[in-house]
Every structure is written in C-alpha cells, then in structure tokens.
C-alpha cells in the first residue's frame, strides 16, 4: 500500500523528498481520479517545467499550453522551441485575438499605458477560452513566489467566465526555490537560460526586469506596477 502524505503539514518538517513525493502523489491522485481533459500551463519558467517533467510520468502527451504573446523575449522562444522538441510535448501554442502590430495599432503600447488591459487581452482571455474544455489544470505556482500566492492551495476549485468550474492543481505550492533548482539538477532538466543573467521571474519582455527587491522573485514584473496578470486571481 502506497504512504499516503499529510500535503498540508508544516514546510519546515518537510524535506525536498517530501515534497517531490507530495507533488508525485498529488498528481497521480488528479489524473486517476478525473473523468475530463487535462492540461498543463506552461510559461517555460522553472517550475512550469518542473510540474510538466512530473505529470508526463503518467501522460506524456498531455497538452501544453504557453500563451504567446507575441511579446517574449527571444531567448523564451527558442527555449520553448527546444525543449518542445526535446520532449516530443504536445504543444498549444495560444495566441490572442490581435496581433502584436493590430493591437499597437488600434489602442497603442498597452503594455506601458494599461498593462491590466494588455494582460488581459493576451492572456487572461485566450487562457480563459482554452480552459474552458477542460477538467484538471495543472500549474507550477508556489506560495514562496509573491505575496498574492501566500494563501495557495495545491488544489482549488477555479470559477471560468463560463461559470464552470474546473479543478486548479498547484503541486509545487509549498517548494522553496531550493527544491526547484534541486530538482532540476537532479532531473537534468535544462533551465531557461534568462536565470544565469539575474532574472527570478520571467514575463514578457517590456514587463520583466531584473527583480528590484532580492528578497522578491516577481519585484521585476512589470516595474513593481503591479503583481499578477490575472490569470491568477480568480480562485474561488
Ligand atoms: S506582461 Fe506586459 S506585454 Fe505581456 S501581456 Fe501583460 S502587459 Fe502585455
């Protein structure tokens, strides 16, 4: 019989072989007990790669969703592309409704005079519309990462526009950047390679800097102007 973990004990009980455990058996749990689609968000960050790495055990051809944008950094692009490849992942590439120059266009540099709109436009939006078909959404947030991620859950119910509700897995939730690192060497997994200039969190390019706060990863998003894009704050 398998050992069956207390997720919610004290993170500083716990070793990074409980966690990775934890994460392990919270998404052998999710996928053996779903009926529906799943699928993994995945915005080529560490730990974006690190919850993908561990639900493909079980599904590899799971979908892959990475918002494009249109405005990420090029080195993002060509590590999407590689590692795709690398892992034979079945890639959603999502784009939103605009192109970069349309929507230039029509509303201006939204990024500099509305960064709410513009995230929400490119990616709340098209993210919403594609959550729609499914069940179970994998994401590799972690509570350690900014403030807004204090009260995570590694499982929440997610209302969509839709009024349906989908089941929002959080695996990571109690991992330290520690763990994720770790992990990523014990796995040989091959990390964006934005880290080894500085960067904690990695967005669009007009929207990420170096962080301005050491002691906070997402201090660099969009010139501390604001902490998520959206796509987060929806929980229910
Ligand atoms: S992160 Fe910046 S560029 Fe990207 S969608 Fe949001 S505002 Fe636009």
Same mark, same amino acid.
């Given at each position: 019989m398998s050992e069956i973990l207390n997720l919610t004990a004290p993170p500083t009980t716990q070793s990074i072989e409980y966690r990775i455990r934890a994460a392990e058996q919270l998404i052998r749990q999710e996928l053996e007990q779903t009926q529906g689609d799943v699928c993994v968000t995945n915005s080529f960050q560490a730990e974006d790669m690190i919850v993908l790495h561990i639900v493909r055990q079980t599904l590899p051809d799971v979908p892959v969703i990475f918002l494009? !944008?249109?405005?990420?950094?090029a080195e993002v692009y060509e590590y999407r592309d590689r590692m795709a490849q690398a892992w034979s992942m079945n890639l959603i590439n999502l784009l939103p409704e605009l192109t970069v120059p349309e929507q230039e266009a029509r509303f201006g540099i939204l990024n500099q005079s509305d960064p709410s709109r513009c995230c929400g436009l490119r990616k709340v939006k098209p993210l919403f519309a594609a959550l729609d078909r499914y069940e179970l959404w994998f994401t590799g947030l972690r509570?350690?990462?900014?403030k807004s991620r204090a009260?995570?859950? &590694?499982v929440e119910d997610f209302a969509l526009p839709t009024a349906r509700t989908i089941r929002k897995i959080n &695996?990571? !939730?109690?991992? !330290?950047a520690k763990d994720v690192w770790d992990y990523a060497r014990q796995n040989d997994i091959t990390l964006l390679r934005l880290y080894d200039d500085g960067y904690s969190s990695i967005g669009c390019e007009p929207c990420t800097r170096l962080p301005l706060d050491p002691n906070d990863p997402r201090s660099g998003r969009w010139g501390g102007r604001k902490q998520e894009c959206g796509i987060h704050l929806q929980s229910t």
């Amino acid at each position: 019989m398998s050992e069956i973990l207390n997720l919610t004990a004290p993170p500083t009980t716990q070793s990074i072989e409980y966690r990775i455990r934890a994460a392990e058996q919270l998404i052998r749990q999710e996928l053996e007990q779903t009926q529906g689609d799943v699928c993994v968000t995945n915005s080529f960050q560490a730990e974006d790669m690190i919850v993908l790495h561990i639900v493909r055990q079980t599904l590899p051809d799971v979908p892959v969703i990475f918002l494009d !944008t249109g405005y990420h950094f090029a080195e993002v692009y060509e590590y999407r592309d590689r590692m795709a490849q690398a892992w034979s992942m079945n890639l959603i590439n999502l784009l939103p409704e605009l192109t970069v120059p349309e929507q230039e266009a029509r509303f201006g540099i939204l990024n500099q005079s509305d960064p709410s709109r513009c995230c929400g436009l490119r990616k709340v939006k098209p993210l919403f519309a594609a959550l729609d078909r499914y069940e179970l959404w994998f994401t590799g947030l972690r509570r350690e990462q900014a403030k807004s991620r204090a009260a995570l859950q &590694p499982v929440e119910d997610f209302a969509l526009p839709t009024a349906r509700t989908i089941r929002k897995i959080n &695996p990571l !939730t109690e991992w !330290t950047a520690k763990d994720v690192w770790d992990y990523a060497r014990q796995n040989d997994i091959t990390l964006l390679r934005l880290y080894d200039d500085g960067y904690s969190s990695i967005g669009c390019e007009p929207c990420t800097r170096l962080p301005l706060d050491p002691n906070d990863p997402r201090s660099g998003r969009w010139g501390g102007r604001k902490q998520e894009c959206g796509i987060h704050l929806q929980s229910t």
